[in-house]
C-alpha cells in the first residue's frame, strides 16, 4: 500500500515537472505571456513615434535637402509652425493609391499563383514547398518558397518596360514617395488590426496564440504565431519577403533613374548602394528556404511590429541611403569607393559563410566539415507546449566559436558600408547603421534569454565555450 502509494506520488510529481516544464518553455517561447512596466511603456513609445521618426525622414528630405537639424531649429525658433510643414507635406493621391493597389496586388498573385520554377534548374537553389520549424505548440507548417522567382519576374517585368514598353517612368517610385508612404501605412495598419481581430476569433491554430490582455502589447507583438488565410497565404512569409523586400530594389533602382534624370548622370555611390544592397536581397530570395528557421518566423508573433514594420518600416528607411544620393550626389574617389565595396562584400561573406556553416551542420546533423574539421557542438534538450521532448546541436566550429551571433557582425559591417557610401555631409544616411547596432544589439539579448530559458543548463555550458557575442573579445 505504502509503495503503490509513493509511486502514485512521483507520478504526480513528475506530471507536475512536465507542466512546469512545459508552461516555462512556452512562456519563452516566441513572445512573453504577461506584460512588465517597461515592456508596455517601450511598445507604447514605438506605437506613438515610429510613424513620425519615418514620416520626419522622408519630410526632412523632401524639404530640408535631408537635414535632420533644421526642421527642428525652425519648429523652436518660431520661424515655421508644424502647420507650415504639414502643409507642405504631398497628400495622399489617386495615382499612388492605384500604384500601390496594383503592387499588392501583383505580388500576392506571384505569391499564391506560379508555384516555384527556379528550382528546376537553378543549381542549390531550394524553392517550392518546404516545411518551417516546429511550433510551440508542436506543429510544423508547409511554405510555398517562391520569393526568387517574384523577384525575377518582377525586375524583368521592370527593366523590359524602361528600355522597350516605356508604360511608366522609371521615376514612378521616387516621384510619388510620399503619396506612397501613406498607402503604405494604410496597409500596415489595415493588415496588422486585422491580424489581431483574427487572433482573437478565428485564429489558424489556437495553440499558438498567446493573449495577454493588453490591448497594446497584443496589437504590437502579435497574437497568433502564423496567421494564415487557407492554406498557403502565410502572413510572415508573405509581408516579410513580399512586398516590402522585393521593392527594395526597384525603389533604389528608381533613385538611381532619378539621379539620371536630374543631374545627367548616376554616380558611383549610387551604384554602389544599388549593388550591395542588391546582394543582399538576393541573397535572402536565394536563401529564403532557410529563411524559414529565423528568429523572424520561429518565434515572432504576427502584429503592428512585423505588419506595419515590413509595410512601411523596411521600405522607407532601409533605403535612406538611395533617398539620400537623389538630393545629395555623391562622387567618391576611386580607393575610397573601392575600400567600401571590400567592406561591403566582406561583410556579406561573413555574412553568409556564418549562415552557411549553421545551415550545413543542421542539415547533416553534425555530419559534415567546418574548415576542415570535424564540427563541434553542445547537445541540449528543450520541451513543446504539448510536453514533446526535442533534442537540439549548439555548433562551437568556425564562425560560431568566434562569436554567437557572428552572422550578425557580418551584416553590421555591410550596413556601415552602405552608409559610408554616402559620405560624410549629412548624418541622416547613417541612421542605418545606428538602427541596426540597436535591433541587432537587442536581438542578441532577447534571443539569448529565450534560449537560457529553453535550455537552461545546456545553454550556460555553451555560453562558456563561447563567451562573446558580437566581437570576440569585446562583446
Keep these: 500500500m505504502a509503495a503503490h502509494q509513493e509511486k502514485k506520488l512521483a507520478e ?14 512556452q512562456g519563452q517561447w516566441g513572445r512573453a505571456w504577461e506584460v512588465d512596466w517597461f515592456s508596455l511603456a517601450s511598445i507604447l513609445f514605438l506605437l506613438m513615434f515610429a510613424p513620425l521618426i519615418v514620416y520626419y525622414f522622408i519630410m526632412s528630405c523632401d524639404q530640408y535637402q535631408c537635414s535632420l537639424t533644421d526642421p527642428l531649429l525652425d519648429l523652436l525658433t518660431g520661424k515655421k509652425h508644424l502647420s507650415d510643414i504639414w ?133 504590437m507583438m502579435g497574437i497568433e504565431f502564423n496567421p494564415r488565410i487557407g492554406k498557403w497565404f502565410d502572413f510572415k512569409l508573405f509581408f516579410n519577403g513580399r512586398p516590402g523586400i522585393v521593392a527594395w530594389t526597384l525603389i533604389n533602382l528608381s533613385f538611381a533613374a532619378k539621379q539620371q534624370e536630374l543631374y545627367g548622370e548616376v554616380t558611383n555611390s549610387m551604384i554602389l548602394v544599388n549593388v550591395l544592397q542588391a546582394i543582399y536581397v538576393l541573397d535572402f530570395f536565394w536563401n529564403e528556404a532557410w529563411y524559414l528557421k529565423t528568429i523572424d518566423i520561429c518565434h515572432d508573433h504576427f502584429g503592428w511590429y512585423l505588419g506595419w514594420g515590413d509595410c512601411v518600416w523596411l521600405p522607407y528607411l532601409y533605403t535612406l541611403q538611395g533617398l539620400y544620393l537623389v538630393y545629395h550626389p555623391v562622387q567618391l574617389r576611386t580607393d575610397y569607393a573601392m575600400g567600401v565595396l571590400m567592406l561591403g562584400l566582406l561583410g556579406y561573406y561573413i555574412f553568409r559563410m556564418t549562415n552557411h556553416q549553421k545551415d550545413l551542420f543542421r542539415r547533416t546533423n553534425g555530419n559534415c566539415r567546418i574548415w576542415g574539421k570535424k564540427p563541434e557542438y553542445i547537445e541540449c534538450s528543450y520541451t513543446s507546449v504539448d510536453g514533446t521532448k ?67 543548463k545546456d545553454w550556460r555550458c555553451y555560453t562558456a565555450v563561447v563567451p562573446y557575442r558580437l566581437l570576440p573579445g569585446v562583446f
Design 12 to 25: 504526480e510529481r513528475k506530471h507536475q515537472n512536465m507542466q512546469n516544464d512545459t508552461k516555462t518553455s
Design 87 to 219: 502643409n507642405r507635406t504631398p497628400m495622399l493621391t489617386y495615382k499612388a493609391a492605384a500604384i500601390y493597389s496594383l503592387w499588392v496586388t501583383f505580388q500576392v498573385f506571384l505569391y499564391l499563383s506560379i508555384p516555384d520554377f527556379c528550382h528546376k534548374f537553378l543549381p542549390g537553389y531550394v524553392g517550392g514547398v518546404q516545411e518551417g520549424a516546429v511550433t510551440p505548440a508542436g506543429v510544423v507548417n508547409k511554405y510555398e518558397i517562391n520569393g526568387l522567382q517574384a523577384w525575377i519576374i518582377t525586375h524583368v517585368l521592370w527593366f523590359a518596360n524602361a528600355y522597350c514598353f516605356h508604360f511608366f517612368s522609371p521615376t514612378i517610385i521616387f516621384d510619388n514617395w510620399i503619396p506612397l508612404l501613406w498607402c503604405a501605412n494604410i496597409l500596415g495598419y489595415a493588415v496588422s488590426t486585422f491580424a489581431m481581430i483574427k487572433g482573437y476569433f478565428f485564429p489558424t491554430n489556437a495553440k499558438d496564440c498567446k493573449i495577454t490582455g493588453n490591448f497594446f502589447y497584443d496589437y
Design 390 to 456: 526535442y533534442y537540439s546541436k549548439l555548433l562551437t566550429s568556425g564562425f560560431w566559436g568566434w562569436a554567437r551571433h557572428f552572422n550578425y557582425t557580418g551584416d553590421l559591417m555591410g550596413s556601415l558600408a552602405y552608409c559610408l557610401a554616402c559620405g560624410f555631409e549629412h548624418v541622416l544616411p547613417y541612421f542605418y547603421i545606428i538602427y541596426m547596432t540597436i535591433l541587432l544589439t537587442h536581438r542578441c539579448i532577447r534571443d539569448e534569454h529565450r534560449c537560457s530559458s529553453k535550455y537552461g
